[in-house]
């Protein structure tokens, strides 16, 4: 909780409504990151976010409405955004799909029916079946290292999604 309210302070787009409680606020949107995510990607997020609501001007309208694991990939639901925002959230969407969200490290395996990321370990700990991530994607292994490569240095929100015509 001391590190929540460390964090609300300092970008506070990252405080939760209604969770104030004995003078300060100590709800963090950050604790509804699965914890693999908020080790491996959790830093990097805010700092670009910030960054980007800065950069758009939306420092009085952003606000998270939910965050949450959907379809084995984070969903960061917000409004009030511009597009630097936009291109941010979408990003650590994307990255989220090949990084497991329980350690943190680069995922090998996927559940099936409920879809989620798993490095080897974590997927010997849950026992349910999974899939490798390759057969998942149908791609290679070292597509998916070069695929997380490039979502961190080049992603570009209208490379990964296209209108529909």
């Avoid at 300060?24 to 990607?41: N, V, Y």
């Avoid at 960054?51 to 001007?57: P, Q, V």
């Avoid at 979408?90 to 879809?115: M, N």
Wanted: charge should be negative; glycine fraction near 6%.
């Amino acid at each position: 909780m001391d590190n929540n309210k460390e964090l609300i302070k300092q970008y506070p787009f990252l405080r939760v409504k209604n969770t104030y409680a004995a003078g300060t606020w100590t709800s963090c949107w950050l604790d509804d990151l699965e914890p693999g995510w908020r080790t491996a990607f959790g830093e990097d997020l805010v700092k670009e976010l910030d960054k980007a609501i800065k950069e758009d001007g939306c420092e009085d309208t952003f606000e998270f409405l939910q965050i949450k694991e959907k379809y084995a990939s984070l969903r960061l639901y917000a409004t009030g955004y511009g597009d630097k925002t936009k291109e941010v959230l979408a990003k650590y969407e994307e990255l989220s799909k090949y990084i497991c969200g329980h350690c943190g490290q680069v995922a090998t395996r996927i559940t099936r029916g409920w879809v989620y990321p798993f490095c080897d370990k974590c997927a010997r700990k849950i026992g349910q079946p999974t899939v490798p991530i390759e057969e998942f994607y149908e791609t290679t292994y070292e597509d998916i290292l070069d695929e997380i490569d490039h979502i961190k240095i080049n992603y570009r929100y209208d490379d990964y999604w296209k209108p529909i015509k």
